[in-house]
């Protein structure tokens, strides 16, 4: 039920504070400064042999698994690829004794994926799947994996069920970079950050008002572009892939680097550009960019940390997140960003739940 919400989209935008609760609840030992994963079913001998992951999933899944290589490669020092899943079946992956293959899916049913899942259990691949849906053909065929406890995702747009995605993609990085090259006291850190993200959530979701004053100011523009990078990047897809999805704006994501490779061709005052500018590493890079799109007059709107000043002078359209470090800031930059989608949607008078064309399960190929 919708309960006070005109959306199920908003009501699950809004749950995201507990559904990652949720899915961090009996996760982290502060004894051992790690995370526990019982469902992935590995022992400490295969967890210590895995030495490449490849991560296979569609659209918002793989944009989440997308974060997961930054989180494996950078915490836990194992080389990390992601592939569209359709790709990783047609292309002949290679598959090693100690490569671990992780399938992510809400809904569990999606054709590619099943398909990605079959292929890399007939090569032999450890197999541990990240789903919403608990029973799903996924979790069922995997043997082992996690689940993420979002609850019903009803909305097409996938939004709580991304969020705890990333989430469960940090955990095990914890997990493995504990098994690995982080002392005690390094994976507790990042374990009270990653605490601490509902609480983050739950102060972007405040600033909703703020999110959809700026919204309306967009809502009559016909294409966008997002920017960010490193963690960020893959958090611009995202965001990108949210609004074309329901508002039928055309949006791209690009990491920022990209721009001048040709995109910036377009740029003028039709094509607003929504730079993620927080204050992380890149971030002067991200400055960079957001002075070039001003100096073709692109309208910027621009995701910066709480308290930061350097990017406020360059457009008045800034949507503030709470301070946190590279690997968190995907999350409460994300919440904001499907806030803005949504806000936009809702003044274009669209479908918000059941955006054309799309179905929330893609059981076809
Ligand atoms: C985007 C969206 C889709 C799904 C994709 C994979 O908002 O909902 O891109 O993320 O179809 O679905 P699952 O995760 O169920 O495999």
Request: with cysteine; aromatic share 6%; net charge negative.
């Amino acid at each position: 039920e919708k309960g006070n919400y005109p959306h199920f989209m908003l009501k699950e935008i809004f749950e995201q504070p507990e559904t990652i609760e949720n899915a961090i609840r009996g996760r982290i030992d502060h004894e051992m400064g790690t995370a526990i994963l019982n469902g992935m079913n590995l022992s400490p001998r295969e967890l210590a042999l895995i030495n490449r992951i490849v991560i296979a999933g569609c659209g918002s899944s793989m944009h989440a698994g997308m974060l997961g290589e930054y989180y494996f490669e950078d915490i836990a020092g194992i080389s990390t690829s992601v592939e569209q899943a359709a790709e990783f079946r047609y292309r002949n992956p290679i598959i090693e004794p100690n490569t671990l293959v992780i399938p992510i899916s809400q809904s569990g049913e999606t054709a590619d994926t099943i398909a990605a899942v079959r292929e890399a259990t007939a090569k032999g691949a450890v197999v541990t799947a990240l789903c919403n849906v608990v029973g799903s053909t996924i979790a069922r065929e995997s043997g082992r994996g996690v689940y993420l406890h979002a609850g019903p995702e009803i909305s097409v747009a996938s939004t709580k069920a991304f969020s705890s995605q990333v989430v469960v993609l940090l955990l095990f990085a914890l997990l493995l970079g504990r098994n690995r090259r982080l002392s005690r006291s390094e994976g507790n850190e990042l374990a009270d950050q990653i605490e601490q993200i509902p609480e983050l959530i739950r102060s972007v979701l405040l600033q909703a008002p703020e999110i959809k004053k700026i919204a309306e100011r967009y809502a009559d523009k016909e294409d966008f572009f997002y920017i960010g990078r490193g963690c960020l990047y893959p958090t611009a897809l995202e965001g990108a892939l949210k609004l074309k999805e329901i508002s039928y704006i055309h949006a791209e994501g690009y990491h920022a680097a990209e721009l001048k490779h040709g995109p910036i061709s377009l740029l003028d005052e039709r094509h607003p550009v929504l730079a993620l500018a927080n204050d992380i590493p890149g971030k002067d890079k991200i400055i960079g960019n957001i002075q070039e799109c001003r100096a073709r007059k692109a309208p910027v709107v621009a995701v910066i940390t709480r308290g930061d000043s350097a990017v406020r002078s360059m457009t008045q359209d800034v949507i503030e997140v709470p301070p946190c470090s590279r690997f968190i800031a995907p999350l409460p930059t994300t919440v904001a960003l499907q806030l803005f989608a949504y806000y936009v949607a809702v003044a274009r008078g669209c479908e918000v739940d059941q955006p054309r064309n799309l179905a929330k399960s893609v059981t076809v190929e």
